[in-house]
């Protein structure tokens, strides 16, 4: 209730304390319990869950804007300027959304004025409504989010264990629920703990943010890596691991589509058939392939000791595996892919934090085309994984490590940054060579 009551432009500004404190002098607290049958301290905790939600999806969407605006060739530089600036100061922003003029503190007002006067009177208006419709676009609403959002924070007062049992207070004075535990590991915690309604899986989860001591490693080099799906991670060093992954997709895929064919069959038989076998498979496959995943990013850090890794932001490189042979294949890869994908980063970034290893990402564009050596462009790919290309000065080179290093030095460029649109790199490039 709270996240959609305050998701809106109008609360754009909104403070927590504040909030709780107008609640409690309207004295809407108390209705709010009745209404909910919940403790007061429920109400003041699920307003302060919503409004870090609420503050945290400003600035993703502000974050958003700011790549899209950079990205953007027709938006010249004090026009992009002025859009962040605004984006900065979220009083500014709003007045724009309301489209109100307000008045803006001394210091950051004398600063406004400057910028604005760079623009013409039409850029002004154009780079408005262009900011406009970008948080109009990108910013989150709450039919998108509210699945997440049935969860209760307890407070160490409020719960305890006892005999496998997790008790918890109730709003009705000495009534306290009962539900006992049944997962594999379960201790005694302190502090706050979320309590979570999982309506899909029928059950109540407990979680508990927990402080983990980063592993410390000796830790020696900045490391470049190229993603890929034959082999998972190419590094900048020479080295190379999860060799064997894009022979694991294909066999996972034959195996789907061999089920399926079989339910195909029956089908058309006219005889009853079940998806269960093809889903139990899917997901053990796809157990199967995180440990993969998390196997080679284990083996990649102890081998290599990265200080810092340094990746693309997100994308693969086009790459061809061999050939599917129908539709069924075709697509089903495909599917495995873009899960893969957002797995593999989602892993790295978390192995990553728990070795304390810092990872930046870099701009992805033309990284496996040209040669790191000596800026020439490659060759056509070949090799049964379309590894191996071929430079007319360095001679054969291995496509993904070459890229590794292209990625690890974009790191340090000057010209070529995070948002600099796809053309205008290959321009640079081609400049280079
Ligand atoms: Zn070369």
């Not at 609403?141 to 699945?147: L, M, N, T």
């Not at 924070?153 to 306290?176: G, L, P």
């Not at 042979?325 to 892993?347: A, D, I, T």
Request: aromatic share 10%.
């Amino acid at each position: 209730m709270f996240f959609n009551q305050f998701c809106g432009i109008n609360n754009l500004t909104i403070n927590f304390r504040k909030k709780r404190n107008n609640l409690r002098a309207a004295k809407t607290n108390k209705k709010y319990m009745e209404c909910f049958n919940v403790l007061d301290k429920h109400v003041t905790y699920a307003l302060f869950d919503s409004i870090s939600n609420i503050n945290a999806m400003w600035s993703n969407t502000a974050n958003k804007i700011r790549k899209i605006v950079s990205a953007n060739p027709n938006v010249n530089q004090a026009e992009q300027h002025f859009i962040f600036f605004i984006l900065k100061i979220p009083l500014l922003w709003q007045s724009v959304l309301r489209y109100r003029e307000i008045a803006l503190p001394k210091s950051i007002n004398k600063t406004y004025l400057q910028i604005k006067g760079l623009l013409s009177k039409e850029q002004f208006k154009h780079a408005l409504s262009y900011l406009r419709r970008l948080t109009r676009r990108y910013k989150a609403y709450p039919h998108k989010v509210s699945i997440h959002n049935r969860s209760m924070t307890y407070d160490e007062n409020m719960y305890r264990f006892k005999n496998d049992e997790f008790r918890f207070t109730s709003q009705i004075s000495r009534k306290v629920f009962r539900v006992s535990l049944t997962g594999p590991w379960h201790y005694s915690v302190k502090g706050n703990l979320q309590i979570i309604l999982d309506r899909l899986k029928r059950r109540i989860e407990i979680h508990k943010l927990i402080q983990t001591h980063v592993k410390s490693l000796p830790k020696t080099q900045v490391l470049g890596i190229d993603k890929g799906l034959a082999t998972l991670i190419s590094c900048s060093s020479g080295n190379e691991y999860g060799q064997n992954f894009g022979e694991i997709i294909t066999k996972q895929v034959n195996k789907l589509a061999k089920i399926n064919a079989k339910r195909n069959q029956m089908r058309a038989k006219g005889l009853l058939t079940s998806a269960k076998r093809y889903t139990n498979l899917r997901k053990r496959q796809k157990a199967h392939l995180q440990s993969v995943i998390d196997y080679a990013i284990y083996q990649m850090i102890e081998q290599e000791k990265p200080l810092e890794i340094v990746k693309e932001d997100q994308t693969f490189t086009k790459e061809r595996l061999p050939k599917t042979k129908n539709r069924f294949q075709r697509r089903s890869r495909l599917l495995l892919n873009s899960w893969v994908k957002g797995l593999l980063n989602e892993r790295l970034e978390y192995i990553c934090d728990k070795f304390g290893i810092v990872y930046t990402d870099v701009n992805p564009a033309y990284t496996s085309q040209y040669c790191p050596y000596c800026n020439r462009k490659f060759g056509i790919r070949y090799g049964k994984h379309h590894e191996l290309t071929y430079c007319k000065n360095c001679g054969q080179l291995n496509a993904n490590i070459a890229a590794a290093i292209n990625i690890k030095n974009r790191k340090n460029d000057e010209e070529i940054n995070l948002y600099t649109p796809y053309k205008k790199v290959k321009k640079i490039l081609d400049s280079r060579i």
